[in-house]
C-alpha cells in the first residue's frame, strides 16, 4: 500500500517533441494545472456543503417557529373557549348559593369544575390570602373584621377568578382589609 502512495506521489517530469521539433509542456505544468482544479473544486464542495448546512439549519428553525405558532393558536383557542364558559360557571356558583340543597346544579358545578380540570382551569385562592394585583382586583377596603387580621387579606370574594396554565383568564375580583 505504501509502494502505491509513494508512485501517487511522484512527479515525472517527461518531455515531449511536436513534429516540427519544438518541445510541449511539461507533465510537471499538467500536473500543477490538476493540483489547481482539484483545490478549486475542494473549495466549491467546502462552499455547497456550508450553504447545505445553513438551509438545513434554517429549515430547522422554521420547523420549530411553525410549531410554536401553532401551539400558541391552539392556546389563543382554548383560552377564549375558556372564557366564554365563565360566566356560565359564575351563574353556576351564583345558583349553589341561591339554594344550596338543590343537588342538580351542585351536580352541574362538579361536572363543569371537573371539566376546567381536565383542560387546565383552575381557581385562584383569594380568601385569607394577601393582595396580589397579578391575581387580584380589589373591588372594595374594609376595616379590619378581626384585629388578628393582617392589612391588605383577602376577606371576601365576589368573583371567582380562573388561570389556564400559567396565564390568568380572569383575576378574582375581592374585597380586602384596611
Not at 41 to 50: F, Q, S, V
Not at 119 to 148: C, R, T
Amino acid at each position: 500500500m505504501e509502494d502505491k502512495q509513494e508512485n501517487t506521489k511522484k512527479e515525472v517530469e517527461i518531455e515531449s517533441v511536436s513534429v516540427d521539433g519544438k518541445k510541449t509542456e511539461s507533465k510537471s505544468s499538467e500536473t500543477d494545472k490538476t493540483v489547481k482544479i482539484i483545490e478549486d473544486l475542494n473549495a466549491k464542495i467546502a462552499e455547497t456543503n456550508d450553504k447545505y448546512l445553513r438551509v438545513a439549519a434554517e429549515l430547522e428553525n422554521t420547523r420549530r417557529r411553525a410549531s410554536l405558532d401553532i401551539e400558541s393558536v391552539s392556546r389563543n383557542r382554548a383560552m377564549g373557549v375558556a372564557e366564554k364558559f365563565l360566566p356560565v360557571m359564575d351563574a353556576v356558583i351564583a345558583a349553589v348559593k341561591h339554594n344550596p340543597d338543590d343537588e342538580g346544579i351542585k351536580s352541574l358545578q362538579k361536572s363543569i369544575e371537573s371539566a376546567f380540570a381536565q383542560i387546565g382551569i383552575v381557581k385562584i385562592d383569594s380568601v385569607g390570602e394577601i393582595l396580589n394585583p397579578q391575581f387580584h382586583n380589589a373591588i372594595q377596603m374594609i376595616d379590619k373584621p378581626n384585629p388578628e387580621t393582617a392589612t391588605n387579606t383577602i376577606v371576601e370574594e365576589m368573583q371567582t377568578g380562573y388561570m389556564f396554565g400559567d396565564t390568568v383568564l380572569r383575576p378574582a375580583m375581592v374585597v380586602v382589609s384596611k
